[in-house]
């Protein structure tokens, strides 16, 4: 072998290469993407896939903070939901007890992270009374 030549490597089946990258959207939302290849020599294919994590912006607070950390949580209720509405079987109130919940206990932690008095006729007050009473 010659001084330009190299040895081949020997690499494993599902060696994965990653390539990240960050974006920034019209809302200055940082959106960090990861690009994953995969090499394979029995079939000489490569597959890629990609990845997009989201920053939460950093004055986000209130209904708009309990809406995206509950998100998942009433995708599962509204889809139960609509379930229940053409077949009349499903029973989704423990569904919506979990996101109401999740809303709601989000919702407080943003108020006494702001210094807002919690009004005990109001649903979140409602809701701290419900929490300190089970405790």
């Known amino acids: 072998m010659g001084s330009n030549q190299s040895t081949p490597s020997s690499a494993a089946p599902s060696d994965d290469v990653s390539k990240s990258s960050s974006i920034t959207n019209n809302n200055n939302n940082t959106i960090d993407t990861t690009t994953t290849s995969q090499s394979s020599d029995a079939s000489n294919a490569n597959t890629n896939t990609s990845k997009i994590k989201r920053t939460a912006p ?7 903070r309990a809406e995206r ?10 889809a139960c939901y609509t379930a229940a509405l053409s077949s009349k079987e499903e029973d989704c109130e423990e569904l919506f007890d979990t996101y109401r919940s999740c ?13 807002i008095q919690v009004n005990s006729g109001s649903m979140v007050g409602e809701f701290k009374e419900e929490v300190e009473d089970d405790e």
Request: aromatic letters at 10%; one cysteine or more; a positive charge.
């Open 58 to 64: 950093k004055n986000e607070s209130g209904y708009a």
């Open 103 to 115: 809303f709601l206990k989000a919702m407080t932690k943003d108020m006494e992270k702001r210094g």
């Open 69 to 78: 950390l509950c998100r998942k949580k009433k995708r599962v209720y509204d």
